[in-house]
T-cell receptor, first 118, second 115 residues
Framework: AQKITQTQPGMFVQEKEAVTLDCTYD???????LFWYKQPSSGEMIFLIY??????QNATEGRYSLNFQKARKSANLVISASQLGDSAMYFC???????????????FGRGTQLTVWP | DAGVIQSPRHEVTEMGQEVTLRCKPI?????LFWYRQTMMRGLELLIY????????DSGMPEDRFSAKMPNASFSTLKIQPSEPRDSAVYFC?????????????FGPGTRLTVT
């Protein structure tokens, strides 16, 4: 089974509007962390935001927020007030608390290509 | 502060040749990860080290791939012999710890083309 599922291969949003990128995850570990990374066309991977499984509040970082719904196993990224520079591939990832060799391993989704248009 | 450094940034080689990719993690980081990114398979973990010791190499495709971390500031990923299907972007990432909120910092990647 896929650990991380991103069902939207591509999303379009108009500048200044908000957009939600979907991410669902699969784990039986009670302790885990969820990450979002951005990959612009230049290729580098940029960390955006983190949510821990025991965090009571949704994570926020500037214009990024994470809509964490634990019961539904979803961790959607919300970008408010989109900018042209937000156009990029966005990856959701999970790290399980785990033991032994699985500790530290990040599982990535296939990504969502976001295009912001003027 | 210098981030994760990878070299070369681009490599074009012929099938059958040996390829060595290099990575210098961020100083003070004790975990290092090698990833491969392709259109077909997305981003996949090849191997990772903690305190210079390989912890999980289950993602290494086959015996043609090998990785070493002789010290805390240097790692190599070697492909011998290379094949066209190895063409991909290879990322190195480092982290201070493998638990909690600590994110992995990625290098710029090496774009490998095997003809």
């Amino acid at each position: 089974a896929q650990k991380i599922t991103q069902t939207q291969p591509g999303m379009f949003v108009q500048e200044k509007e908000a957009v939600t990128l979907d991410c669902t995850y699969d784990t039986s570990d009670p302790s885990y962390g969820l990450f979002w990374y951005k990959q612009p066309s230049s290729g580098e991977m940029i960390f955006l935001i983190y949510q821990g499984s025991y965090d009571q509040q949704n994570a926020t970082e500037g214009r990024y927020s994470l809509n964490f719904q634990k019961a539904r196993k979803s961790a959607n990224l919300v970008i408010s007030a989109s900018q042209l520079g937000d156009s990029a591939m966005y990856f959701c990832a999970m790290r399980e608390g785990g033991r032994g060799s699985t500790l530290g391993r990040l599982y990535f989704g296939r990504g969502t290509q976001l295009t912001v248009w003027p | 502060d210098a981030g994760v450094i990878q070299s070369p940034r681009h490599e074009v080689t012929e099938m059958g040749q040996e390829v060595t990719l290099r990575c210098k993690p961020i100083s003070g980081h004790n975990s290092l990860f090698w990833y491969r990114q392709t259109m077909m398979r997305g981003l996949e973990l090849l191997i990772y080290f903690n305190n210079n010791v390989p912890i999980d190499d289950s993602g290494m495709p086959e015996d043609r791939f090998s990785a070493k971390m002789p010290n805390a500031s240097f790692s190599t990923l070697k492909i011998q012999p290379s094949e066209p299907r190895d063409s991909a972007v290879y990322f190195c990432a480092s982290s201070t710890r493998v638990q909690g909120a600590e994110e992995q910092y990625f290098g710029p990647g090496t774009r490998l083309t095997v003809t």
